[in-house]
């Protein structure tokens, strides 16, 4: 129970900081945003010479923050990452297990699962902004390709009252 008490006053001081990371405006310097929040943990660069930059609160926080720059290194805006909508563009089309670690930074945990023997990538999230929960990506046998997606509880949230 402590233990979960420090992760949440953690956590909650954690995303104070973070959360004004939404707060900063399109057009400013990379530099300047590393400067004040610290380097991303996540940074992808595109063919375009471009780059995605992602500050994540994984494996235990809820939320994860990205932004993709312009040629002149200036960021474009940063958003949320881990919401329904946003998990929904795994939809659009093949992911490769590269292109969802640069879309959402990386996971909470990496399972495999009996059946089939796939990968699982398992994201911590709130759930429509409420419900701790895991968007479960699974990433085929080979652990390269996403080919489904769906939440579930978040099992560091279940209670065990037996």
């Not at 949320?80 to 297990?97: C, I, M, N, R």
Request: charged share 20%; glycine share 10%.
């Amino acid at each position: 129970m402590q233990r979960l008490v420090l992760t949440t006053l953690i956590l909650t001081l954690t995303l104070a900081g973070c959360a004004q990371l939404q707060s900063v405006k399109p057009g400013t310097p990379v530099a300047e945003v590393i400067k004040q929040f610290g380097p991303p943990i996540t940074v992808c660069r595109k063919n375009d010479g471009t780059e995605r930059f992602i500050w994540t609160q994984q494996p235990l926080g809820h939320y994860a923050w990205g932004t993709d720059t312009n040629k002149d290194g200036t960021i474009i805006e940063i958003k949320q990452l881990l919401t329904d909508a946003h998990f929904e563009v795994l939809s659009t089309g093949k992911w490769s297990d590269e292109q969802v670690l640069c879309e959402f930074g990386p996971p909470a945990n990496i399972e495999g699962i009996a059946m089939g023997n796939e990968r699982v990538w398992g994201y911590r999230y709130r759930q429509f902004s409420v419900w701790y929960s895991l968007m479960y990506v699974y990433m085929g046998a080979d652990g390269k390709q996403a080919n489904r997606h769906h939440p579930g509880p978040d099992p560091l949230y279940l209670r065990n009252d037996r």
